[in-house]
């Protein structure tokens, strides 16, 4: 049962993220703000080695076809990095709203199988959420190079 309600949770929040549309993601929202204490991402790797391990993830893009592939750059365009930076903040609410089903497992299991489903909601969900901000902190830097760049000129 717990299998066939994650698999549920999973496509249901998933679809529903995806269906959101990429206007909101284009706009500053507090939730997708990368902190100063996440020194630009680099806290992300220096605590958890991201770069090391983030090229295993799946891209959700594998899974759906018509979504955004993030596995790789579409350019280096300010339009292409924005909306990649976008996307990033899609995969990021998806993966946090994820994790919000967890504590329904309490309902019909002991209390370990439970916190087991809470664990699992954890680890299938954090490496993604850590992923998207230090990518949207490198694509964010990239952005306002451009900007630089073109303020000189």
Known sequence: MNFFCWLLFHYLLSYICFKIPLSFFLKEHRLFTIAKWEKEGQLW????????????????????KHSYNKSHLHG????????FSAETKR?????????????????????????LNVLYAVIANVPFIV????????LER????????????
């Open 76 to 83: 280096t365009r300010q339009e292409a990095l924005n909306e």
């Open 91 to 115: 995969a990021e609410l998806t993966h946090w709203v994820l994790l919000l089903p967890a504590p329904l497992f309490f309902l019909w299991n002991p209390a370990w199988a439970a916190w």
């Open 131 to 138: 992923t998207q901000r230090y990518n949207r902190a490198r």
């Open 45 to 64: 790797n220096r605590l958890f080695q991201v770069k090391k391990w983030k090229k295993h993830l799946i891209d959700g893009s594998s899974i759906v």
């Open 142 to 153: 990239a952005l306002k190079r451009q900007e630089m760049r073109k303020s000189r000129h």
